[in-house]
């Protein structure tokens, strides 16, 4: 219960974290590793400087990116981005993936998301929407 508590009292510019929209920014593909479904995704050689457009669009397709691996849960995460889930859409669907997991979603999503924004593989956003005129 204190994660949940800790959720309800941060807020991102005035707003609540809940109704942020996680946005993907890179390409990703999945594969099959011991019949679990395993999400990479394709980072761009090049994206940022002078010439990184150029650049990336000269590299042969087999070099243009870099690949990410992600483990079981940032793969489910990652499964559940398409734009229009809210964060709390997303945490409710990580623990009906891994019910196991259900006192620990509520960080283990929020910390994963701000990782991959870090990074600049996904952009938070407010949600144009209120979550209840679903």
């Given at each position: 219960m204190g994660?949940?508590?800790w959720f309800r009292r941060k807020t991102v510019a005035g707003d609540r974290i809940l109704e942020l929209v996680p946005q993907t920014l890179v390409a990703a593909r999945e594969r099959?590793?011991?019949g679990n479904v395993q999400v990479v995704l394709l980072?761009?050689?090049f994206r940022r400087g002078p010439?990184?457009?150029w650049l990336q669009s000269r590299l042969p397709p087999e070099r243009a990116?870099?690949?990410v691996r992600l483990e079981t849960f940032g793969s489910t995460i990652w499964g559940l981005l398409d734009g229009r889930r809210t964060l709390a859409d997303i945490m409710r669907g990580f623990?009906?993936?891994h019910p196991d997991q259900a006192d620990q979603a509520s960080e283990r999503v929020w910390l994963f998301l701000q990782e991959l924004e870090r990074h600049g593989f996904v952009s938070l956003r407010q949600a144009t929407h209120s979550p209840d005129s679903r």
């Open positions: 994660n949940r508590a099959r590793v011991d980072e761009p050689r010439g990184a457009r990116h870099i690949e623990v009906a993936a």
